[in-house]
């Protein structure tokens, strides 16, 4: 059975930084496209980046430059490095795995992030 | 990358059929067979219900169907039911530096 369980969420202060981990099981995270997508508050779903399984990486312009996605494939492990954090990044961050189709087929449960003094 | 368009909002009883457009431009609805539909319940994370323009993935009713014209998808459901009443987001592959867009989201309220 396929899981997806993100950790990492919490209060942060603007301009801090925060990483995010989503552990994954039921099938390995280096052989598929895996993606974050983010709800803030009582928004609609926006894509924020994707690892593809050969490595290559793409990122919204909204995060470019200040977001990380990586994956550690001994732990079957995906991660989203956040640094010089806003206001506006307040969201609900979903781990979600990705196809070569382009749709997401399985999410996780979503961690919250909060930008906030 | 621009958001797709969609309606903030449809709604229709139990029993009858409505219609979600979804529309983008030639970068990505109209250039791509690679739009999909999420339903999305409060407090829950976003469920595929649509791939490839009108592929039903197993376990997703018959009665959710999809469909694309030019630059527009667009997601019907048949037969209302109650528990349809959801949120439900768009998504196309694009030709732009970021790979996936999605849509503003549609709520669908069942009366």
């Known amino acids: 059975e396929v899981q997806l369980v993100e950790t990492g969420g919490g209060l942060i202060q603007p301009g801090g930084s925060l990483r995010l981990s989503c552990a994954a099981s039921?099938?390995?995270?280096?052989?598929?496209?895996m993606n974050w997508v983010r709800q803030a508050p009582g928004k609609g779903l926006e894509w924020v980046s994707v690892?593809?399984?050969?490595?290559?990486?793409y990122y919204a312009d909204s995060v470019k430059g200040r977001f990380t996605i990586s994956r550690d494939n001994s732990k079957n492990t995906l991660y989203l490095q956040m640094n010089s954090l806003r206001a506006e990044d307040t969201a609900v961050y979903y781990c979600?795995?990705?196809?070569?189709?382009?749709?997401?087929?399985?999410w996780g449960q979503g961690t919250l992030v909060t930008v906030s003094s | 990358q621009s958001a797709l368009t969609q309606p903030a909002s449809v709604s229709g009883s139990p029993g009858q059929s409505i219609t979600i457009s979804c529309t983008g431009t030639s970068s990505d609805v109209g250039g791509y067979n690679s739009v999909s539909w999420y339903q999305q319940h409060p407090g829950k994370a976003p469920k595929l219900m649509i791939y490839?323009?009108?592929n039903r993935p197993s376990g997703v009713f018959t009665r959710f169907s999809g469909s694309k014209s030019g630059n527009t998808a667009s997601l019907t459901i048949s037969g209302l039911q109650a528990e349809d009443e959801a949120d439900y987001y768009c998504?196309?592959?694009?030709?732009?530096?970021?790979?996936?867009?999605f849509g503003g989201g549609t709520k669908l309220t069942v009366l």
């Open positions: 979600a795995r990705g196809t070569s189709g382009g749709y997401v087929d399985y």
């Open positions: 039921g099938f390995t995270v280096s052989s598929n496209y």
């Open positions: 690892i593809y399984s050969g490595g290559s990486t």
């Open positions: 998504s196309s592959s694009t030709n732009s530096t970021t790979p996936v867009v």
């Open positions: 490839d323009v009108s």
